[in-house]
């Protein structure tokens, strides 16, 4: 059984500053790990993703994470926040039990807020 | 270049009353198809999912259900709606027996149960 854990339900920043949103997982294989953002009344559109390449995985918008199998985290960071950023950010663990489809699990979201 | 479809973008019904919302993919074949309901202040739930015309795996009993009639075509329905109805239903869809995990979603359709 594979599972997700996001540790911060709301996280505030102020422009400029850093950004980081936390993300642990469980699974049983050799899983996949995405970060989606959602703006207000939108769909999720993909920020990055790690699928057993490079553990430091860029993304758009100057994001990116690190998967640390060791730790079983992959947080979510950003250099300098942008008023832009406000949105929820959803992390999720995909793996693939038996050779068969992937299947997705989510986190119950994070809610970046940024001060200007 | 692949699309997903859906509609309609929002809709107040009453309680009691039918639903109808429904998803189609373009530039693709045999993708999985799913459908996940996001209440207020919460994350997704995953509702179905199929893996082919006719398949459909519902995660969690409810008042909802889901047919697959095409390839391309995903719909939710309910003969008869709850206030516990009320949600942004997103459909999405990967690329099936070949994916690697990464969902494709549409923009959502946001229900209001009265």
């Known amino acids: 059984a594979q599972s997700v854990t996001q540790l911060d339900s709301h996280v505030s920043v102020s422009e400029g500053t850093p950004v980081l949103l936390r993300c642990n997982y469980s699974?049983?294989?050799?899983?996949?790990l995405f970060w989606y953002v959602q703006h207000p009344n939108k769909g999720l559109q993909l920020l990055l993703k790690?699928?057993?390449?490079?553990?430091l995985v860029k993304g758009i918008n100057g994001f990116e994470a690190e998967f640390k199998k060791s730790e079983t985290s992959f947080h979510l960071t950003k250099p300098s926040a942008h008023m832009s950023d406000a949105a929820e950010y959803f992390c999720?663990?995909?793996?693939?039990?038996?050779?068969?489809?992937?299947?997705?699990?989510f986190g119950r979201g994070t809610s970046l807020i940024v001060h200007p | 270049s692949q699309t997903i479809h859906q509609w309609p973008a929002t809709l107040v019904q009453p309680v009691g009353s039918p639903l109808s919302l429904e998803c189609t993919v373009e530039?693709?074949?045999?993708?999985?198809l799913y459908w996940y309901r996001q209440a207020a202040g919460r994350g997704l739930q995953l509702l179905f999912y199929?893996?082919?015309?006719?398949?459909i795996s519902s995660e969690v009993p409810q008042n909802l259900s889901a047919s697959r009639p095409q390839d391309r075509q995903f719909i939710l329905s309910s003969k008869k709606l709850l206030l516990s109805d009320s949600g942004f239903y997103l459909c999405?869809?990967?690329?099936?027996?070949?994916?690697?995990?990464?969902?494709?979603f549409g923009e959502g359709s946001r229900l209001t149960v009265l």
């Open positions: 999405a869809w990967d690329t099936g027996t070949a994916n690697t995990g990464e969902l494709f």
């Open positions: 699974s049983s294989y050799s899983p996949s």
């Open positions: 790690y699928t057993s390449a490079a553990t």
């Open positions: 999720v663990v995909s793996d693939r039990p038996s050779g068969g489809s992937y299947i997705p699990t």
């Open positions: 530039g693709t074949s045999n993708p999985n």
């Open positions: 199929s893996v082919g015309i006719g398949q």
